[in-house]
């Protein structure tokens, strides 16, 4: 049986339990649950003829859970939820919607592009009744993020480097990366001179991609963390911290690189001169001693020439095409494809306007959060907590602009969940005690 199917049913079973239960503190346990849910499931079900990833179905149960608990009060304070340009994001997302309906667009195919994007509205509301209500600490979400990034990348080294040892999780018959959960084949991709770059480890195109998404966060931290005192602890998050960074590599996911560039650079920008110097430092050791695989396979991204590029020329000439007739609101969702660029799959999905009020709602929530880093006096380690989350909103970048990723559930929730989390810096709901 799918392990993902397990996965699944064991949540309803815990879900439908704990529903029953009196008072709102059990209910902590079941938001932390969702955090862990993060590192499970590419596969889904289909539900009326649609693929439901298992963190989307757990993440909208969830979400109703909680509302019918606190007998949809929370509702009243939406204000407070969610950045102040939300609402007017969802009126392009919904015209979308219609506009995809009257272009005949199979309703399957844009209410899939349209509900990674209304995922927005459960995981803004889990996190905020979380903080304020559930009493969370950013501290227990991080381990269990960590505990989680831990399972996957150890999966991922031992697939990339022993896959005998987990042949028996890998299905008989060919499948994309998408739909399985462990993926024991590797892919040789050629480079320049005859040298070629075997990328694999794990799902190449799932579940793995949100570990190293969530792999500067976590490095960031657990490096921090290799101070503590307690051997064992000690242990752990330095075998995570190498494990994140062979899972980075080896999945040879270059947008992922970019963004790791971009979160470091940022991260390291913040921490000063001496920060800067140290960044640099980094990053002169981890160009002399990477193999010359990995540099020749990130520099190929400037490539035009380069295998990948072929298939992706031709999407973004097809989303450019759509933008050009329809400049202001689009074709409608899953109009462009897949195009592999946010800007481009969303001017076409929702036009030039709906993307930049998209842009501005990221951007809005980000710099908010900035400046409060700034300025708020608050200790040493809950501001290194607050940059962390800042730096992984930007991890997050590279990906957008080089995957597909807004057309899975499974990747885009943490980045809202991430979003959530500023929003909270933003509002001042996530304070010391928080920790």
Known sequence: MDPTVIIGACSAVIIFLISFSKGKSILRYLVYLWFFSFNFGARGIKIFDMRIYFMEG??????????????????????????????ISFIFYTIGLFIASSN???????????????????????????????????KKVLIILSIGAFALTIIAAITYFAPSAVSFLVPQELTT??????????????????????????????????SAYLGLLLFLINVGR?????????????????????????????????????????????????????GAILLGLTIMFLPSSI????????EVNEISWAGRLGRYEVAKTIIRENPFFGKGWASGGSVHNLALQLGANIGIIGFLVFIAWAFFIFNKSLKV????????????????????????????????????????????????????????LIQEDSL
């Open 58 to 87: 757990i993440t909208w149960l969830i979400f109703v859970l909680i509302l019918i608990r606190m007998n949809f009060n929370i509702l009243g304070e939406q204000k407070k939820i969610f950045p102040k340009i939300t609402g």
């Open 104 to 138: 005949n667009i199979e309703l399957k195919n844009s209410f899939g592009e349209y509900k990674v994007f209304l995922m927005l509205i459960p995981c803004f509301y889990i996190t905020y009744v979380g903080f304020k209500y559930f009493n969370l600490k950013i």
């Open 177 to 210: 990366g998408e739909s399985v959960l462990i993926d024991a084949r590797s892919v040789d991709v050629k480079l320049e001179g005859g040298e070629s770059f075997r990328r694999g480890g794990g799902s190449l195109w799932g579940i793995l991609l949100v």
């Open 226 to 278: 290799l101070y503590e005192r307690e051997k064992p602890k000690k242990i752990f998050y330095l075998a995570t911290c190498i494990l994140i960074a062979i899972t980075i590599l080896i999945n040879g996911q270059r947008s992922v690189w970019v963004g790791m560039l971009l979160g470091s650079g940022f991260y390291f920008l913040k921490k000063g001169v001496r920060g800067i110097f140290t």
């Open 295 to 302: 540099i020749l396979r990130f520099s190929s991204i400037f």
């Open 373 to 428: 880093y700034k300025i708020q006096p608050a200790s040493k380690k809950f501001k290194e907590y607050h940059l962390a989350f800042l730096t992984g909103f930007l991890v997050f970048v590279g990906p957008l602009m080089g995957e597909s990723t807004i057309n899975w559930p499974i990747l885009m929730g943490p980045y809202w969940f991430f979003c959530a989390v500023l929003h909270n810096f933003n509002t001042g």
